[in-house]
């Protein structure tokens, strides 16, 4: 039997109430069921609401010292393993960083994490203390909510070897007031947010961003309703949605499973699911970034076409247009499908833990019906140039953050769609 106990002194209270951001360790399997010196891991989350950046960060138990490297968004879970393939075999997800020389258990009775010599957070175990005996053989030990009260009642034993990066805590970011016209916009520092993008383009400015925005909180299916219902909601409104490509507001209430008529609207996929994750467990299918509401009717006739110039227009939306394989929008929202389709293919990259393959935007249309591609991404470029981010798509930026906890970073910095797109486009 293996004990936990977390140790909080006051000066770490202190400290961590005072900082931009607050990190704690949120999970740690110290004993895990194969290998020891393979299969451990220990998860940090940020409560904060500023992303950090882990220059100067460190792990330690009472064998040495750990030092961390990266950075750790806001509201999101970093992980920290001995060995990526070990992690991987074991739990299905990927680690931020690996090659943790930490012993735990096996060596120590605690983990620390520290900020240069000044102590965050920690948690103790292997009976370090009577009364705080939990069984965690074989099994991940996790914190059950960001608020400390310094007991045994903010741990649980998980029920496997843990999840590591992913969770229910959530980051109590607040704020009145924001840049678009609802939302949490001036809670969050954007250059802090998007930490070491800076002087990086390309494919080094694509795997920093995707270093920002994965981990978010993935919401079910069911939740996808209400939710666009908030972010899409009409500002002239509030009981209505504006539709995407119909660009009409329309009643909330009156949505598909409430009405079988094919003026309701239903949820859209801008990047059709049926292109790399029809599954709801794959957290690209619930992403809100890309889930719009839409027109019955005219989600039906879009389908999962490409994205190009050309075609007849559609005569219930006269604004669209649509062939054999390609859909147009209207003007006024290409440069947000465009931006919709630059954040999936930044956010959903190679290897990361949610269960979505490597998207892409290939400069082909058609892509194929059902690989992870869409296009046409040329065409996508200069529908972003030419119809810029407006306030509505700020509003809905600021107002996925407040549920997500990640952000479409087109949105944020638009000259990013040439720093990674452009050497492709001619630009």
């Known amino acids: 039997m293996k004990a936990i106990f977390p140790m909080f002194t006051a000066l770490a209270l202190c400290c961590a109430m005072q900082a ?31 992303a950090v950046s ?15 490297s990266g950075s750790i968004g806001v509201g999101s879970y970093f992980v920290v393993a001995k060995n990526s393939a070990a992690l991987q075999s074991l739990t299905g997800k990927v680690a931020n960083q690996t090659g943790m020389t930490l012993s735990l258990g096996n060596s120590g009775d605690y983990v620390k994490l520290r900020q240069g010599s000044t102590e965050l957070d920690s948690v103790a175990f292997e009976n370090a203390i009577s009364g705080w005996t939990i069984d965690a053989i074989d099994k991940s030990i996790a914190r059950k909510n960001v608020a400390d009260s310094n007991t045994v009642n903010d741990w649980q034993v998980s029920s496997n070897v843990g999840n590591p990066g992913s969770g229910a805590l959530s980051a109590s970011c607040g704020g009145g007031g924001d840049t678009g016209g609802g939302g949490t916009g001036d809670a969050i520092n954007l250059p802090s947010y998007y930490v070491n993008t800076s002087g990086k383009s390309g494919e080094a400015l694509k795997t920093a961003l995707n270093n920002v925005l994965r981990g978010h909180v993935r919401l ?9 219902s908030y972010t899409d909601e009409d500002p002239a409104n509030t009981s209505n949605v504006i539709l995407l490509y119909a660009g009409r507001s329309q009643a909330k209430t ?8 094919q ?29 719009r509401p839409e027109d019955v009717s005219l989600n039906s006739t879009r389908g999962n076409k490409d994205f190009d110039n050309g075609g007849s227009t559609i005569s219930e939306a006269p604004a669209n247009k649509t062939d054999s394989d390609s859909f147009e929008p209207r003007a006024a929202v290409k440069g947000d499908v465009a931006r919709m389709m630059f954040y999936m293919d930044v956010r959903y990259e190679a290897a990361d833990d949610s269960g979505t393959p490597d998207l892409e935007i290939p400069n082909v249309a058609p892509t194929g019906s059902s690989a992870p591609e869409m296009g046409k991404l040329c065409t996508l470029v200069a529908w972003h140039l030419a119809d810029p981010v407006d306030s509505f798509e700020q ?33």
């Open 263 to 291: 003026d309701a609207w239903n949820r859209e996929h801008v990047w059709a699911k049926s292109h790399g994750f029809p599954a709801e467990s794959q957290y690209a299918h619930t992403d809100i970034h890309h889930l």
């Open 254 to 261: 009156f949505r598909a499973g409430t009405s079988t008529s």
């Open 54 to 68: 882990l220059t100067g960060y460190s792990l330690a138990d009472n064998g040495g010292s750990f030092n961390l």
């Open 395 to 427: 509003r809905r930026n600021n107002r996925i953050f407040e549920l997500q906890k990640n952000r479409n970073p087109f949105i944020d910095n638009p000259q990013w769609v040439k720093a990674i797109y452009g050497p492709t486009c001619g630009l």
């Open 20 to 50: 931009q951001a607050k990190l704690v360790i949120s999970e740690v399997l110290y004993d895990a069921p194969n290998n020891d010196s393979t299969e451990e891991f220990v998860e940090i989350f940020n409560d904060g609401c500023t």
């Open 220 to 228: 079910s299916y069911a939740e996808v309703w209400d939710a666009i």
